[in-house]
């Protein structure tokens, strides 16, 4: 399973999400205040992550360790 930090944050926070996973890439779907966020990881050898959990309305490419980059933002919805 992939994206392991960001699916126990969501569900530590009762965020219910959707999780698929194809050629060892996770996607994970899920709605916040009313808003719909994603994140879909890219294969080796780019691996990488695309979402739009810094603005809803735009998505954006994490790159490196983008589970972290990604967990930052999230981490500052419940603060």
């Given at each position: 399973?992939?994206?392991?930090?960001?699916?126990?944050?969501?569900?530590?926070?009762?965020?219910?999400?959707?999780?698929?996973?194809?050629?060892?890439?996770?996607?994970?779907?899920?709605?916040?205040?009313?808003?719909?966020?994603?994140?879909?990881?890219?294969?080796?050898?780019e691996r990488g992550a695309q979402s739009n959990v810094r603005s809803a309305g735009k998505s954006e490419d994490f790159d490196g360790n983008y589970e972290e980059q990604i967990l930052a933002i999230l981490e500052t919805w419940w603060k």
């Open positions: 399973m992939r994206l392991n930090r960001v699916r126990e944050h969501l569900t530590s926070h009762g965020v219910p999400f959707q999780y698929y996973e194809e050629d060892d890439c996770g996607s994970i779907t899920f709605v916040h205040k009313g808003l719909s966020y994603h994140i879909w990881e890219y294969p080796a050898p």
